[in-house]
Each structure stands twice: as C-alpha cells, then as structure tokens.
C-alpha cells in the first residue's frame, strides 16, 4: 500500500478499511454580521494602535491596516480583527459595503466601534473633530466617497513611513494646534468664505457665502539639512460625481471649490482658521476625463495655478479593492499648466 494511502481511514487486521471519523470543523463566522463566542479579548498594544489608525481614518480595508500593523502571518491577524469585531465590538463593518458587487470577494472594511472608542478616550484621546467622521452613517454614495478618501491619505501615510527623512501629521495633530476658536467650533474644519463669480458673456456677478470642508486635511514634515520645512494639504476627491461648473454658486460644483480654495489662500484663512503656513489644494480623480475638464476650468479663471495639484488613480481603483498605493506620495503631481510637483520632496 503506498505510503499515506490510508490517511483518513482506519485498517482493520483484515484489511478492511472505513473511514474515520473526522472532527466537526468550527462553523465560520458571518461576515455581515455580529456572531460572538464569549471570547475573552485581552487588547495589545497593536490593537491600539489599530484603533488610533481607525480615529485617523474612517475607514480602512483589511489590507490596508495588515500593511500598517504587520505581523508574521496576515491570516492570522485578520483572525484577530475578526475577534475584535465579533467578540469585542471594538471595531465595525460597516454595513454600507455589503451592498456593493462581489463585496464577499473583497478585503473587509472596518471603522472604529464604541468600544474602540472608549479605549482611547480613556487614554484621554479625543475621538471627534473628524473631517470625515459625519459621513460614516450616510448613504452608499458617500460611504464609497469616504473609502475613497482613507484609501487615499491612508496610502500616502503609508509612502511617508517608507521615507526616513519625511513624518505624517494627521489632521488630529493640526487640529490640535489650531487656534482655540477653531478647535471649540462644532466642525472645525469648515472654512466660512465668501466668493464672487461673473460668467462670460454675462454682465451680472454671482455671490455666495459658504462653508468650506475638504475631504481630508493632513501635513508633510520634510527634514532637510537638520532643518525642518512643512507643507499642508486639503484633498478632494472626486468620483466623477460632482460637475465641473453649474451656473449658481449656491450648489456645489469644482467652479465653487476653485473660488474657496483661491479666496482661501488669497487671504491667508488657512492660517487664521487652521494655524498652518502654507495649504495646497489635492484632486484625485477616478477619471482623467473630468479631471482635464477641471483643470481647462482653472486656466480660464486666471487664478493662480500653483496651489492646485491634480492626479488620476489607475482605472480598477475607485470602489473596488485597491491596495495600498504609496505612488500617490511619491508620483508627480501635475498642475492645470501641464508642470510637475513631487510633494515627497
């Protein structure tokens, strides 16, 4: 009989052969939704630190947090979020992306739970002040606007650890040095700004006095020489959802974003309202198309073109599963005039 021909069966002294009786395997826990064991959850210090990654961004992919935690086994340490998930209530799946196409097939989504949050407003962390956060129970629409943004900050915070000479400063830490006015108000990064508008061939100005919230808000530290220089940034992201020009300023559209951001840092708001010396305004489009429409928009305007910086994720990107995506630090950025910037530099 070859060797391990019998694996699986027991051999009788005649020969006969039946098989053996085989454990039950444990039955596999739902991904949509909660299925506890009573599993004591001892928390380590990387779960910590998992749920600082959390407080940073909205949401983060199972991919994307295995690349900022590590560890020796990644089966293993998706195990261990799903018993945070299932056990502690520590961190969630949102339920919002259970309704997307081949969403079983996909890297799991989570956000930060009550629990998590507790845990770091006992380590007297703040867990609000989010430029993100008010959109985590909104529609699908946004909910994959959102992954959007923490796929993408996420995957430039990533491309900074890579870099010894760079450090990330996350809009928590900007936050925590603006002005108190700011940090007391109920969103803290809501821009109030007043803008102007006269369509060509029209002999009228349009006005309007909003608020202006960026998708994201982050920092670069860049050490140089033993000298330290810094450069901030507001992201937009755009789906392809949102038209280039609409011709009132009272709904949005990238026209609206453009006169902000000008107005902006025209008037130094960025330094009055957030304390930061320098802002540039980031577009990541899911369409090179919309994103050329918007940049053609910016050279007719006749603004100033440098604080606008502009790049397209490859076309599975998007909803999808992206992985993480460090070329987004480290890739030139293009301006409406066609010139390059490399913000990792």
Not at 50 to 79: D, I
Not at 321 to 327: F, I, L, V, Y
Request: net charge positive; aromatic share 10%; hydrophobic share 40%.
């Amino acid at each position: 009989m070859p060797h391990g021909y019998n694996r699986g069966f027991e051999v009788y002294a005649d020969g006969m052969t039946i098989p053996s009786a085989e454990p039950t395997p444990p039955k596999r826990r739902s991904r949509m939704r909660r299925a506890p064991t009573g599993k004591r959850i001892e928390l380590t210090a990387r779960d910590i630190e998992l749920f600082k990654l959390l407080h940073r961004h909205p949401y983060l992919r199972s991919t994307f947090l295995y690349a900022f935690l590590g560890g020796a086994s990644e089966t293993r340490f998706k195990e261990r979020l799903g018993h945070l998930y299932h056990d502690g209530g520590y961190i969630d799946r949102p339920a919002q992306q259970w309704r997307f196409a081949d969403c079983r097939y996909m890297p799991v989504v989570y956000e930060l739970g009550e629990a998590g949050e507790r845990v770091l407003r006992d380590l007297g962390l703040p867990t609000d002040g989010s430029p993100s956060r008010r959109s985590r129970m909104g529609a699908s629409r946004q909910f994959a606007h959102t992954l959007m943004v923490s796929d993408i900050v996420a995957s430039i915070e990533l491309g900074v650890r890579a870099d010894a000479s760079l450090r990330f400063v996350s809009w928590p830490e900007i936050l925590a040095r603006a002005p108190e006015a700011t940090r007391r108000a109920d969103n803290p990064f809501a821009v109030p700004v007043s803008i102007s508008y006269r369509p060509p061939r029209m002999t009228d100005t349009r006005q309007a006095d909003i608020r202006v919230v960026p998708d994201a808000m982050f920092g670069l530290e860049y050490a140089r020489e033993g000298k330290k220089a810094y450069r901030f940034f507001a992201l937009e992201a755009d789906r392809n959802s949102m038209p280039v020009a609409r011709s009132t300023l009272q709904q949005s559209s990238y026209l609206r974003k453009i006169l902000s951001y000008t107005e902006i840092i025209g008037q130094g708001l960025h330094k009055s309202h957030f304390g930061v010396p320098n802002l540039l305004v980031l577009t990541v489009a899911t369409s090179e198309r919309h994103m050329q429409g918007i940049m053609k928009l910016i050279r007719e305007l006749g603004c100033d073109l440098r604080p606008f910086l502009f790049k397209a994720l490859p076309p599975s990107s998007g909803f999808g599963a992206p992985a993480p995506m460090p070329e987004i630090l480290t890739a030139p950025w293009l301006r409406a005039d066609g010139t390059a910037l490399q913000i990792c530099q």
